[in-house]
């Protein structure tokens, strides 16, 4: 079973998430300063770094860039709601993901699960990339497009032929903003005139398919007043 590293000042919060861990069938390690979390990732002795920003001696964000010198172990941070900053910088400096504080420990421990699978899957490599096999990986998305067949951490999901092609469009322009009628011209090849909503309906459907939380994803991110694209909380 995987070693899971809660590194936190808070000792209170450290315990109950040791306890949701344990539930789960989870070995843990605690740590109460980010140079202590370093340490134990030094020593190689876990699987996946929980990590708070906010700590005594050495922070999240130090921490973070120091563990990611030693080793690409995944790392989720734990982050105050009103943190935006704090996500961004830390998916910049190689996090792998963000769980917001009041967190859902239901949410935590898929997060948790999700983030080991796609490492062992990936071997830590992020990102996306296509390979020889024509499969385009983005995070814990594969897509294989031989085959039409879309796994989400290694756990192969269903979808209409539509969602499918809206997907492959996103996956296959990384980073790029496809506006509702962009969408409409790519994949259904008709004038885009009024059809707008159906292009919402059917990422909401993805969504609901792809991310863990689909009220905050990570894979297909709006891009207020212009369209949609894949990437940006996913890193």
């Given at each position: 079973m995987s070693t899971v590293l809660v590194a936190d000042d808070d000792r209170d919060i450290v315990n109950a998430i040791?306890?949701?861990?344990?539930?789960?069938?989870?070995?843990?390690?605690?740590?109460?300063?980010?140079?202590?979390?370093?340490?134990?990732?030094?020593?190689?002795?876990?699987?996946?770094?929980?990590?708070?920003?906010?700590?005594?001696?050495?922070?999240?964000?130090?921490?973070?860039?120091?563990?990611?010198?030693?080793?690409?172990?995944?790392?989720?941070?734990l982050t105050a709601?009103?943190?935006?900053?704090?996500?961004?910088?830390?998916?910049?400096?190689?996090?792998?993901?963000?769980?917001?504080?009041?967190?859902?420990?239901?949410?935590?421990?898929?997060?948790?699960?999700s983030a080991l699978r796609r490492y062992q899957i990936l071997g830590g490599a992020g990102g996306m990339n296509q390979n020889a096999d024509n499969n385009l990986y983005c995070g814990g998305l594969c897509l294989n497009d031989s085959?039409?067949?879309?796994?989400?951490?290694?756990?192969?999901?269903?979808?209409?032929?539509?969602?499918?092609?809206?997907?492959?469009?996103?996956?296959?322009?990384?980073g790029k903003v496809f506006s509702p009628k962009d969408i409409i011209r790519e994949v259904w090849h008709e004038d885009p005139c009024g059809q707008e909503n159906?292009?919402?309906?059917?990422?909401?459907?993805?969504?609901?398919?792809?991310?863990i939380n689909p009220s905050d994803p990570r894979y297909i991110v709006m891009v207020w007043g212009r369209g949609y694209k894949i990437g940006g909380n996913n890193g």
């Open positions: 040791c306890i949701y861990l344990k539930s789960d069938g989870y070995d843990t390690i605690k740590a109460y300063n980010g140079a202590d979390a370093v340490d134990i990732v030094r020593l190689g002795k876990c699987d996946l770094v929980l990590l708070d920003v906010m700590m005594p001696v050495m922070d999240g964000i130090e921490a973070m860039t120091e563990i990611r010198k030693l080793s690409n172990v995944p790392v989720i941070f709601k009103a943190e935006d900053t704090d996500k961004i910088l830390g998916l910049n400096v190689g996090a792998d993901d963000y769980v917001t504080k009041p967190f859902n420990p239901v949410e935590l421990l898929a997060r948790v699960k085959e039409k067949r879309l796994t989400v951490d290694g756990e192969e999901v269903s979808l209409t032929p539509t969602e499918y092609d809206i997907l492959s469009l996103l996956m296959r322009n990384q159906a292009v919402a309906v059917h990422i909401r459907h993805l969504r609901e398919k792809i991310e």
